[in-house]
């Protein structure tokens, strides 16, 4: 008889000879999952306070997410994009509606939602402002994907390394200089490309007059202001997209992880004026925005909306950070805590965030340890504070058994 054990061992086998080696993966392989709990094969429970690096908004299993699924894959789970399907236009409405921007495309995850907003922008600009109109400033410490137009937009050379030539026409600034940006753009500059929040390096917010002055900046030259908001976005920084911290909307806008409450979709948001430089033939996906995706996204926005859930992102965050906060300044090991509503980052001095990072998850607690410093907490948008109690409790207990 095979025990618990015997399974995990032959997936991780079986992973290693068949899967491609792109992940250093934590050794433990997770069945089931319900709300804010995960459990592995052996039977191990396990609060989530990742929630699928920010794509679990509604939790695991979440019921009316569940049903939307099931009944829509009995019905018709996909067809070409050749055809109309019922819910595509209403999924573009809410977005629409929510967002103030004018149109969407839909793909299937953030890197492409971005390949398209790079598209869109360059398309844009070559119809309203001349052929030589192309460059794309982005950020240092950015991360916008890893397909080769999304991951040229990352300011980050370790992930360009070994992929060279980058896509041409790319320059990178420091994030929050609005000097360094006024230096770098050019009459060539068709978009600037910024994350509200930046998530992968470490839940570095932008500042509110950096990016009121980037609007500014795009305004007055003519240049598109792209929020990629795949990780920001639905709620997770307790308002519905990022930007409204800001009082600034963007010409184009990226979503995916939250929209499909785990199921694979992503989306761009333009402004009209803007969404109509594409027209039939520029751009598609076979996939993006097919009924099954569709009827999945709809089915979170209906629940984030019902449960209150953008609500909830900011209460909860605000209690997170208190709690994180009370932590801090009772210890000399904890240097900053970051971020906004959900998206929360702590930033230590001890150089072991791995370290921290297993403690945490033996002790039934996944966080995501970035570097040797930053531990990112990514918890779904329906946490409440007894968890969070539950999550800085471990974390204390961690910190002060791993000296
Ligand atoms: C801000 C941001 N943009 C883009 C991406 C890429 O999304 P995907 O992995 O769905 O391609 C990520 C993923 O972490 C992200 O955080």
Not at 230 to 249: A, E, M, N, P, S
Not at 292 to 315: P, Y
Not at 370 to 378: A, N, Q, V, Y
Request: net charge negative.
């Amino acid at each position: 008889m095979n025990t618990s054990l015997d399974i995990s061992r032959t997936v991780m086998d079986m992973d290693s000879a068949y899967v491609m080696h792109t992940f250093n993966r934590q050794k433990i392989v997770l069945v089931r999952g319900q709300g804010m709990r995960l459990w592995d094969a052996d039977g191990n429970e396990y609060l989530d306070f990742l929630a699928g690096i920010a794509v679990n908004g509604l939790g695991h299993s979440h019921p009316g997410l569940v049903s939307a699924i099931s009944k829509q894959a009995a019905e018709l789970m996909h067809v070409s994009n050749l055809f109309y399907v019922p819910d595509q236009p209403v999924l573009a409405k809410r977005l629409v509606e929510l967002s103030g921007l004018g149109k969407a495309f839909f793909c299937n995850s953030g890197a492409e939602a971005n390949e398209t907003a790079i598209k869109l922008s360059r398309k844009w600009a070559k119809e309203h402002r001349g052929e030589d109109i192309f460059e794309i400033i982005t950020a240092e410490g950015s991360f916008h994907g890893r397909t080769i137009g999304a991951v040229t937009a990352t300011g980050q050379p370790k992930y360009h390394k070994g992929f060279e030539p980058m896509l041409p026409g790319f320059k990178y600034v420091p994030y929050n200089d609005i000097d360094a940006l006024e230096a770098a753009v050019s009459d060539k500059t068709c978009a600037i490309m910024l994350e509200p929040v930046q998530g992968e390096s470490g839940v570095r917010p932008a500042g509110i007059e950096y990016l009121k002055a980037v609007r500014r900046m795009c305004d007055s030259r003519n240049i598109l202001l792209i929020l990629d908001e795949v990780q920001t976005g639905l709620g997770r920084t307790g308002k519905w997209f990022g930007f409204q911290h800001y009082g600034i909307v963007p010409d184009i806008m990226t979503l995916a992880k939250t929209l499909g409450g785990g199921f694979p979709i992503g989306a761009c948001l333009a402004v009209d004026n803007v969404a109509s430089a594409f027209s039939p033939g520029c751009h598609a996906s076979t996939f993006g925005g097919n009924p099954l995706a569709c009827a999945a996204a709809l089915a979170t926005l209906d629940a984030i909306e019902e449960e209150n859930l953008v609500q909830n992102a900011a209460e909860i965050g605000a209690y997170f950070h208190k709690k994180l906060e009370e932590l801090r300044a009772a210890r000399n090991d904890i240097v900053e805590i970051r971020g906004k509503g959900l998206m929360v980052a702590v930033e230590m001095n001890r150089g072991d965030a791995p370290i921290i990072g297993q403690e945490c998850l033996k002790r039934g607690l996944i966080v995501n340890p970035i570097g040797s410093d930053i531990i990112r907490f990514l918890p779904a948008l329906i946490v409440g504070k007894s968890e969070v109690d539950e999550a800085v409790g471990i974390l204390k207990e961690v910190l002060e058994s791993s000296r």
